[in-house]
């Protein structure tokens, strides 16, 4: 079955253009390369002007999702991207949901 998550980011303020561009470049093109498909990505600003990365990801099933984040969320990841990532969204803001489409 597969799996989708909705993932999503709150952007400290004056970053989105970073971020956007950033995940454009480079995050969205590693992380295919690691077995992820990117069905979607969104920017959503709230009622007090903060702004939200919102995504969703897909993956065949479970076997297949957990080898991706094995592959992609490597010590590269944790000692040179994550650091980058602090810089530009909130980390406690991270929310990752598993999302059941129904049609489309």
């Known amino acids: 079955m597969k799996i989708v998550e909705l993932r999503e980011y709150k952007i400290r ?5 970073q971020w956007i561009t950033w995940m454009r470049d480079e995050l969205l093109p590693y992380q295919r390369s690691q077995g992820m498909r990117i069905l979607s990505t ?15 990801r897909e993956f ?8 991706a984040y094995a592959d992609t969320y490597n010590d590269w990841w944790v000692n040179e991207v994550r650091p980058q990532v602090a810089q530009l969204i909130e980390l406690d803001s991270i929310k990752v949901r598993q999302i059941k489409p129904l049609w489309l």
């Open 60 to 67: 065949d099933d479970e076997q297949q999702r957990q080898a």
């Open 13 to 17: 303020p004056g970053k989105a253009d």
């Open 42 to 56: 969104n920017l959503y600003q709230d009622e007090n002007g903060d702004e939200y990365f919102i995504w969703t």
